[in-house]
């Protein structure tokens, strides 16, 4: 069974950086594109980040661009998602998803695959 766990989430001030983490399982996630949406209370999910199945090419959303970075694992099934100088507007759960092409999109509902999200709380 398909499965991908998020950790790395917690509470931390304006300025911090936190590191999240994506483990894939149950298939040979390694040919998929990768990618980070996170919702915040009361709004839609949003992208943040993506990556391709070969990590050669990312794409970011412009208010985390410069400050976010995603990267993959060398075994390709494990997804990361640096995050710094973090901002109380980046508080929201994050969600990890993986699709099944090697084309990366910012759409939501082209992802087959996702987590169970973690919490990134930021206070001012």
């Known amino acids: 069974q398909e499965q991908l766990v998020e950790s790395g989430g917690g509470l931390v001030q304006a300025g911090a950086s936190l590191r999240l983490s994506c483990a894939a399982s149950?298939?040979?996630?390694?040919?998929?594109?990768m990618g980070w949406f996170r919702q915040a209370l009361g709004k839609e999910r949003e992208f943040v980040a993506a990556i391709s199945w070969s990590g050669g090419n990312t794409y970011y959303a412009d208010s985390v661009k410069g400050r976010f970075t995603i990267s993959r694992g060398n075994a390709k099934n494990t997804v990361y998602l640096q995050m710094n100088s973090l901002k109380p507007e980046d508080t929201a759960v994050y969600y990890c998803?993986?699709?099944?092409?090697?084309?990366?999109?910012?759409?939501?509902?082209?992802?087959?695959?996702w987590g169970q999200g973690t919490q990134v709380t930021v206070s001012s």
């Open positions: 149950g298939r040979t996630f390694s040919s998929y594109a």
């Open positions: 998803a993986a699709r099944e092409s090697a084309i990366v999109t910012t759409i939501p509902n082209l992802y087959a695959y």
